[in-house]
């Protein structure tokens, strides 16, 4: 069965009622009352769908996309495709947050469990659905529409939150909160783990930065295995992926649209920035860090405390910051000791100070 979704969708809105609320400029030419009937990202939209582009990036998508309308600035307009009206404004990342808000007004505030349980206040809401031999511990909610599959444990002070779904002969460690996700089968999630909550979005702006409503999902796929006190982020309007046999060590952080593949290894206090990409059996060493929009080929392995600021090949090692191929990274370490211990080379008050110390 199809998930219904975590979000009631309002609309449809007219063109004209779309570029009102972004202040998006709509050109004179265009039907202001066409009607849209959702927000989707470039490559997804399509007829009746309004999207953005705020990063030029993504200028390919952008020519190539179906939507009906498109909020852009006005350098970018003309990258357009035939059927795409453009929504000129000068801030399209803000416009798109507050039509994001048009269209889903309830995604401002998260959907825990919803209200309460029931008259005897069990603790498991009246519509939830479990399967047989279902555990639940002392002290547990099980939010509104939830659903939990055979052989599951829900241990003690958990919160599980609206419409989510849990799979079979999983374990969900005691306070571990999840909301807006889907849990395949055979997952284990420690202790402390927080799966759901909003990505961090929000248009920068002179006066205030204004939130942008994240109206995707968690999707964690069988046989995963997070660690405690790790946050996983729910997508934008995409949705975030872990793929089936990943290994996640404890206080990893990854953003929302992250998209991990399978039977990927990744050690403690790991942060993975929005919309990154890692193929099937990536490795990434303890303390890395990864900025967003990136993608880490298959294989590759990351050694620890590095940061990776762009693509990385698949199947490679490397290291560093910025990370690069372990045998350069270690080149230009040997080559920076070696510097650093010739007598006949001075920087600044070095050796004076180290005489004084």
Not at 285 to 313: D, E, L, T, W
Request: aromatic residues 6%; proline residues 5%.
């Amino acid at each position: 069965m199809q998930h219904p979704g975590f979000f009631e969708r309002a609309g449809p809105f007219s063109l004209r009622a779309v570029s009102e609320a972004a202040g998006a400029s709509l050109p004179s030419a265009s039907d202001g009352e066409s009607k849209l009937v959702d927000v989707r990202p470039l490559d997804a939209a399509g007829q009746g769908d309004v999207s953005f582009l705020d990063n030029p990036k993504y200028l390919p998508l952008f020519a190539s996309t179906k939507a009906s309308a498109c909020l852009v600035a006005a350098k970018f307009a003309s990258h357009a495709p035939p059927g795409t009206v453009c929504l000129i404004t000068p801030e399209p990342y803000r416009s798109f947050a507050k039509v994001l808000a048009l269209f889903y007004p309830e995604a401002r505030a998260p959907k825990t469990a919803g209200e309460r349980a029931s008259a005897q206040d069990s603790g498991i809401h009246a519509s939830a659905k479990l399967e047989a031999d279902v555990t639940v511990e002392p002290g547990a909610v099980i939010g509104k529409e939830a659903e939990i599959g055979q052989g599951t444990t829900i241990a003690a002070g958990s919160v599980i939150g609206y419409r989510v779904h849990i799979g079979r002969d999983c374990y969900i460690g005691p306070n571990t909160v999840l909301t807006h996700a889907l849990i395949g089968n055979r997952v284990t999630i420690h202790a402390g783990a927080a799966i759901g909550q909003d990505g961090f979005g929000f248009a920068m702006g002179r006066t205030a930065h204004l939130k942008v409503p994240q109206i995707g999902r968690v999707i964690i796929q069988d046989d995963v295995e997070i660690g405690a006190n790790t946050t996983i982020d729910r997508g934008a309007l995409r949705d975030t992926i872990i793929g089936e046999g990943t290994k996640i060590d404890n206080l990893v952080q990854i953003g929302h649209n992250v998209v991990i593949g399978r039977h990927c290894i990744i050690v403690a206090q790991t942060g993975i920035s929005g919309s990154t990409e890692l193929g099937d059996f990536v490795a990434l060493g303890g303390q890395v860090g990864v900025v967003g929009h990136v993608k880490i080929g298959a294989g590759a392995q990351i050694a620890g405390s590095s940061n990776v600021r762009g693509n990385v090949p698949p199947g490679v090692r490397w290291g560093g910051t910025p990370a690069k191929p372990t045998r350069l990274w270690f080149r230009e370490i040997t080559l920076l000791r070696r510097l650093a211990e010739r007598k006949d080379v001075k920087i600044g008050d070095d050796e004076k100070d180290g005489e004084e110390g």
